[in-house]
């Protein structure tokens, strides 16, 4: 709801995640380690669209439990593979409903390779994170509630079949504040995601080579604080800052924001039409918008009057 990116990006950081909620399959195809920890981690990355090739050794020690070199392989896209160097699971503890629960993740040197491209991640780290059962990932309704407390990736960089289209220096957020399953306060940044504008096939991109732009850095920041006893959702600001370009901020609250629409909302994610009709009682109340002005007016007025002449 707060911001949107472009499908091909979005679809590269979409795959590193995605890692974490693949649809489990009933059979394994990696040999179990004998760690039950790592076992049930394992698991769930191979998955009915993916399978666990290899991993090398698996060590614990002080509660943390340490897998190196897993290779998973993507089976709905030919010769596509994910491989880890190394994941570390701290604080695991399997629950009574078989969920897996861990203090930290750790994952450093992930690379996803595709024909069409692929992305990699210098490390990755989430707390607090609750993961759900191979059932329950493999269902149309997983649990709604986030399973994470922090979400960390740094020295992300997402390339096509041909050239390099991103470098993200850092993506980060935090569930702040929790009523029962639903977040309630959190923020989120998107730091030095810096696009090749010719990578990226659109008419507004075309008008921005027009511009004299070839790359283009953004960072992404936002907030919000919902309050389900009010029904109200509050988000203090909401910024987008284009370096070079402009930067606009904006701020605003919403009424109607319920258990039940957000609940909802939650479960029908894959389903933007059904989404959308979900907002029809929703309202936006006291907005704000700022635009400061880095050059890109220039550009543009320097461009309309050589048009004219």
């Not at 991640?121 to 509630?145: H, I, Q, W």
């Amino acid at each position: 709801m707060m911001f949107s990116r472009s499908p091909r990006i979005a679809a590269g950081l979409t795959a590193a995640v995605s890692l974490l909620a693949l649809q489990a399959s009933p059979a394994l195809a990696f040999d179990p380690s004998g760690n039950e920890i790592a076992d049930a981690f394992l698991s769930l990355l191979d998955a009915e669209k993916g399978t666990v090739e290899s991993y090398g050794s698996v060590d614990e020690a002080g509660g943390a439990v340490t897998l190196s070199d897993i290779v998973i392989s993507k089976e709905d896209e030919e010769g596509a593979s994910v491989t880890i160097a190394s994941t570390v699971l701290t604080g695991g503890e399997i629950q009574a409903d078989g969920r897996l629960k861990l203090a930290s993740l750790d994952m450093s040197n992930l690379q996803l390779t595709a024909e069409d491209g692929g992305m990699s991640l210098a490390d990755l780290k989430v707390t607090e994170l609750l993961l759900p059962t191979p059932e329950e990932a493999a269902s149309d309704t997983p649990p709604v509630g986030p399973g994470y407390k922090t979400f960390e990736a740094n020295s992300i960089q997402i390339r096509d079949e041909d050239n390099q289209i991103a470098d993200i220096v850092k993506i980060s957020s935090s569930i702040d504040a929790m009523d029962g399953d639903l977040p309630t306060a959190g923020s989120f940044a998107v730091t030095g995601a810096t696009i090749d504008v010719k990578e990226l096939e659109s008419k507004e991109t075309k008008s921005l080579t027009d511009l004299g732009y070839e790359t283009l850095t953004v960072d992404v920041a936002g907030s919000g604080k919902w309050d389900p006893e009010a029904a109200t959702l509050v988000v203090p600001e909401l910024k987008i800052d284009a370096k070079e370009a402009a930067s606009l901020s904006l701020s605003f609250s919403m009424g109607g924001v319920t258990r039940e629409v957000v609940t909802q909302l939650n479960e029908k994610s894959e389903k933007p039409e059904e989404a959308m009709a979900l907002l029809q009682n929703v309202t936006i109340e006291n907005a704000k918008i700022r635009l400061d002005d880095a050059s890109l007016t220039g550009r543009v007025l320097d461009q309309e009057s050589k048009k004219a002449g």
